[in-house]
């Protein structure tokens, strides 16, 4: 999968999508311009609690037919805290989504969780 940016008339079809001023739309605001951003970034700059929870039940079920998906990684080297620790933290990036997989369902969709 390959990280991706969104341009304004991409952006214009993905933000419809999502109720405005909410934890879902302003993390696709945020990762339309930047990928590869820390939790803390996000959390902090879009006033999100639970990152994971909001891309699995509101994000990447409005965009996955748009062959977008947000999801994370751990990074090459640990995030540090503000004491130099290495956290555990991950970077967070908007993907595109190859066409073959984007005919399936994603697997974190609420439909398969119990």
């Known amino acids: 999968m ?3 940016t969104l341009s304004e008339k991409e952006l214009k079809t993905v933000l419809p999508r999502f109720t405005p001023e909410t934890q879902a739309s302003r993390i696709i ?4 311009r930047k990928h590869s951003q820390s939790t803390v970034i ?22 996955f037919d ?10 090459p080297l640990p995030y540090p805290n503000r004491f130099r620790q290495p956290t555990q933290m991950h ?17 974190n969709d609420p439909k ?3």
């Not at 970077?91 to 697997?107: D, K």
């Open 2 to 4: 390959k990280k991706v």
């Open 29 to 32: 605001l945020w990762l339309s």
């Open 42 to 63: 996000l959390n902090s700059n879009c006033a999100t609690g639970n990152i994971s929870d909001v891309v699995s039940k509101c994000i990447n079920p409005r965009i």
């Open 66 to 75: 748009l062959g977008l998906m947000v999801a994370c990684e751990k990074p």
């Open 91 to 107: 970077s967070w990036s908007l993907y595109q989504v190859p066409a073959f997989i984007s005919e399936l369902e994603p697997a």
């Open 112 to 114: 398969f969780d119990r």
